[in-house]
């Protein structure tokens, strides 16, 4: 039996659904990995150890960004059967047991317009866009991804309209670096989702993935808070609070530019809940300049805090500035994550009492609301004399035994009513 190991981005996973369609009916195991940070490769190399463990007979091929930009090393570890380039992983052929095996060393340019057109849990990724023409200064991603480039808006439509066709009610749109769409014809993301909504009036739910925050136009900007099929939820790659450390990072907005826009998204739709990518602990950060991205999560109401512990990454401008002390990073981020959960734990206690909207996942126990809050369905639960729903927390006998999933409703959207909180997950009962 074939199957494929997923690190990383919202993109592998993606990417991951199109290659399951595309294994030989063998012992083949392919591991798409990450590059985004030092414990992502050491995290691939793991994986791939374990895989060979656990399935001895199985050959192991290795794809994705952490294989793009050390593929020699990738092809050197005895589990290794094969290296496929990012640009080679979505041709079926790749994975043919009479594919060479010999590493692939050169990056072709031309754009593979096959994408990904695959639904993975209820919602259905389709790829977009690959690639990025910006270089951060931490970041190694564009070595193993290569530069923008985009999928045609036509093709985009034809996928999602056929995952709509098959069942699909939320399709989320990804890329590397997703406002940069419209390489090849001069349209740009806003252009696509009016497109999109208009070609495609059956796709109840469209969900945008990561968005940088400098580039959301105006066009993008009015979808954002007008179109009710434009799910509220947006997940900003802010990386830092702090001008200086954004600046030696080569982002392209400052903090006021990233405070600006959440306060004129929020004034214009109030249930949009706000993501964002930071980095603690980068290079020459002070407290002072850490400061300032502890306090950007409350001036940016970010409910959704990817917290990264810089790694340096060889090759990349921020591995040769001064370090911060390994202890410092691991301490910083932890900060961060807690700042991210308390300000989490207040909005979803918020929700508490409220009705969503909730498209239910294909194990019939989980969903999603439309803002993108994790909600547990079942029956209502229990709550101790006097207790408010909206307190609970993980390990709290308060919050009662886990629901009983629903009979039905799976990949559906079911309006739910929230009962209580636990931890990070709002529970539901569907009516």
């Given at each position: 039996?074939?199957?494929v190991?997923?690190l990383?981005?919202?993109?592998?996973i993606a990417?991951?659904?199109?290659?399951r369609?595309?294994?030989p009916d063998n012992d083949?195991?392919?591991?798409?990995?990450?590059?985004?940070t030092?414990?992502?490769?050491?995290?691939?190399?793991?994986?791939i150890?374990?895989a060979?463990?656990?399935?001895p007979?199985?050959?192991?091929v290795?794809t994705?960004?952490?294989?793009e930009?050390?593929?020699?090393a990738?092809a050197?570890?005895?589990?290794?059967?094969?290296v496929?380039?990012n640009?080679?992983?979505?041709?079926?052929?790749?994975?043919?047991?009479?594919?060479?095996?010999?590493?692939?060393k050169r990056?072709?340019t031309s754009?593979?317009t096959n994408?990904?057109?695959?639904?993975t849990?209820?919602?259905?990724?389709?790829?977009?866009?690959?690639?990025?023409?910006?270089?951060?200064?931490?970041?190694?991603?564009p070595?193993g991804?290569?530069p923008?480039?985009?999928?045609?808006?036509?093709?985009v439509?034809?996928?999602?309209?056929?995952?709509?066709d098959?069942?699909?009610?939320e399709?989320?749109?990804t890329?590397?670096d997703l406002t940069?769409y419209?390489d090849?014809t001069?349209d740009?993301?806003?252009?696509?989702?009016?497109r999109?909504?208009?070609a495609v009036?059956?796709l109840?739910?469209l969900?945008?993935?990561s968005l940088?925050p400098?580039?959301?136009?105006?066009r993008l900007?009015?979808?954002i808070?007008g179109?009710?099929?434009l799910?509220?939820?947006?997940h900003?790659s802010?990386?830092a609070?702090?001008?200086m450390?954004?600046?030696?990072m080569?982002?392209r907005h400052?903090?006021?530019?990233?405070i600006?826009?959440?306060?004129?998204?929020?004034?214009?739709?109030s249930?949009?809940a706000?993501?964002?990518d930071l980095i603690a602990?980068?290079p020459t950060?002070?407290?002072?300049?850490?400061?300032?991205?502890?306090?950007?999560v409350d001036?940016c109401d970010?409910v959704f805090g990817?917290?990264f512990?810089y790694?340096?990454?060889?090759?990349?401008?921020?591995?040769r500035?001064?370090?911060?002390?390994?202890e410092v990073v691991r301490a910083?981020?932890?900060?961060l994550?807690e700042?991210c959960a308390e300000?989490?734990?207040?909005?979803l206690d918020?929700?508490?009492g409220?009705?969503q909207q909730v498209?239910?996942e294909?194990?019939?126990?989980?969903?999603?609301a439309?803002?993108?809050?994790k909600?547990e369905l079942g029956?209502p639960?229990p709550?101790?004399?006097?207790?408010r729903g909206?307190?609970?927390?993980?390990?709290?006998?308060?919050?009662?035994?886990?629901p009983?999933?629903?009979a039905s409703?799976?990949?559906?959207?079911?309006?739910?009513?929230?009962t209580a909180?636990?931890?990070d997950?709002l529970i539901?009962?569907?009516e």
């Amino acid at each position: 039996m074939s199957d494929v190991i997923t690190l990383g981005c919202r993109l592998n996973i993606a990417e991951s659904e199109a290659i399951r369609t595309m294994l030989p009916d063998n012992d083949l195991i392919v591991v798409n990995s990450c590059a985004v940070t030092e414990e992502a490769v050491r995290q691939t190399r793991r994986a791939i150890r374990r895989a060979h463990r656990e399935r001895p007979d199985a050959r192991i091929v290795v794809t994705g960004c952490a294989a793009e930009v050390e593929r020699e090393a990738f092809a050197a570890m005895p589990e290794v059967s094969r290296v496929v380039s990012n640009l080679k992983k979505l041709r079926s052929g790749s994975y043919s047991p009479f594919a060479s095996s010999e590493v692939e060393k050169r990056i072709s340019t031309s754009l593979d317009t096959n994408g990904s057109q695959v639904q993975t849990h209820a919602r259905a990724f389709v790829e977009v866009q690959n690639g990025c023409d910006h270089r951060c200064t931490f970041c190694i991603i564009p070595y193993g991804r290569g530069p923008s480039r985009s999928t045609p808006a036509g093709a985009v439509i034809e996928r999602i309209r056929l995952l709509v066709d098959q069942g699909a009610q939320e399709v989320v749109l990804t890329g590397v670096d997703l406002t940069s769409y419209g390489d090849l014809t001069g349209d740009s993301l806003g252009l696509l989702v009016e497109r999109v909504l208009k070609a495609v009036p059956a796709l109840p739910r469209l969900r945008l993935s990561s968005l940088d925050p400098i580039e959301i136009d105006d066009r993008l900007f009015a979808l954002i808070v007008g179109e009710t099929r434009l799910m509220p939820h947006l997940h900003l790659s802010l990386q830092a609070g702090d001008d200086m450390i954004l600046k030696r990072m080569k982002r392209r907005h400052l903090r006021a530019d990233a405070i600006r826009l959440v306060e004129r998204i929020k004034a214009a739709r109030s249930e949009i809940a706000i993501g964002a990518d930071l980095i603690a602990g980068f290079p020459t950060e002070t407290e002072a300049m850490f400061a300032n991205s502890l306090r950007i999560v409350d001036e940016c109401d970010i409910v959704f805090g990817h917290i990264f512990p810089y790694s340096p990454r060889r090759g990349t401008p921020a591995a040769r500035m001064p370090q911060v002390e390994p202890e410092v990073v691991r301490a910083r981020a932890k900060r961060l994550r807690e700042a991210c959960a308390e300000r989490q734990a207040r909005w979803l206690d918020g929700l508490v009492g409220t009705r969503q909207q909730v498209l239910v996942e294909l194990d019939g126990r989980t969903g999603h609301a439309e803002n993108f809050a994790k909600v547990e369905l079942g029956v209502p639960l229990p709550l101790a004399r006097g207790a408010r729903g909206g307190n609970s927390s993980p390990g709290d006998p308060r919050a009662g035994p886990p629901p009983a999933p629903p009979a039905s409703g799976r990949g559906e959207i079911l309006r739910t009513l929230i009962t209580a909180r636990r931890g990070d997950t709002l529970i539901g009962s569907p009516e």
